[in-house]
């Protein structure tokens, strides 16, 4: 154990991070081992990752000093924030400076900052094709990241830029399954046009962020881009059609309705699916499956995932 490079893992009792941290629990003879970063030790889950032998300890991102303290004496750390659980650019933005910070300063030799593009980039705020969100975004959970990156690279912590993908798990958790319209027929909504839409098992981030860190200094000052599979609505409707042996349809609507649908952050995802749609060349484009699948060679396509969720997914 005193000889393993200790990655420290923030959002480990969560989807990304729960993946790198199993990643690197289930192979015992590999040179890393876990530390779980939580904000409260005795959870259930982080007793679990305890029982497994893992190190947890406690520490808030939103706080440094509990950060610098779980950071110190580690090879590494995977770096996310958490913008659903408050909506706010601004807080995110502060969270990855302090992470940012806190590495640098304890030494850090190695950090995966899970990220998205910028997508200010691609549709200025004085681009009307979609509305401008919180003053000065367009898509803000994508935006507050890509924003972020620079004070990786200010701080001067080796860094890895991870560009992940929507997680098909949404599926699951996020209202996003197939659900009865007012035809009575089963189907799944998104305003991406015949678009194909970059999606990835969460699971499987973590595992290829593991496949980054087993790769030593390679990906160190690069931006890594990853997907299980780029489908789109049609295919995936068919996917589910055959997983669940009921006709399940696309609906294709367009990204103003999905803006409108009420729900928290509406609004961001009709953006977000917009810039996806409109941009598929480069989005999809950069995130090959191919590639992720050398980091994760048991990445998961849409096929498996379903077949291996199946009874998880909740279906009118
Ligand atoms: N949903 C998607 O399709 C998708 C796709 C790409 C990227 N993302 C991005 O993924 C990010 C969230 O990652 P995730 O899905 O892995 O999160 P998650 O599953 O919601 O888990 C977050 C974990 O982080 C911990 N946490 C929350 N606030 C914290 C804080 N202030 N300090 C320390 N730990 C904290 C919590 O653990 P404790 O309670 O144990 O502290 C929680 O278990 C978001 O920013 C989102 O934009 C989402």
Redesign the pocket.
Known sequence: MADKKVIAV?????????GLARAILNDPNGSFAARI????VN?P??KEFAKLGAEVVA????DTESLKKAFAGAYGAYC??????HFSPEK?NA?ARSMAETAKAVGLRHVIW?T?EDTRKWVPISDDRMPTLQGKYKVP?FDS?GESDHLFTDSGVPTTFLL????W??FIH?GMGPKKGPDGKLGITFPMGDKKLPGIA?ED?GKCAYGIFKKGDEFIGKTVAISGENLTGAQMAAAFSEAFGKDVQYNSVPPEVYRSFGFPGADDLGNMFQFKRDFEDYFSGIRKPEFARTLNPALQNFKTWLTNNKSAIPME
């Open positions: 923030v959002g480990a009792t969560g989807a990304q991070g729960g970063i939580t904000r409260d959870s889950k982080a520490a808030d991102v939103d996310v924030t958490f913008f659903w659980a995110e969270e899970s998205l959970h990241k992940t993908s929507f997680y798990d949404n996020f969460a981030i």
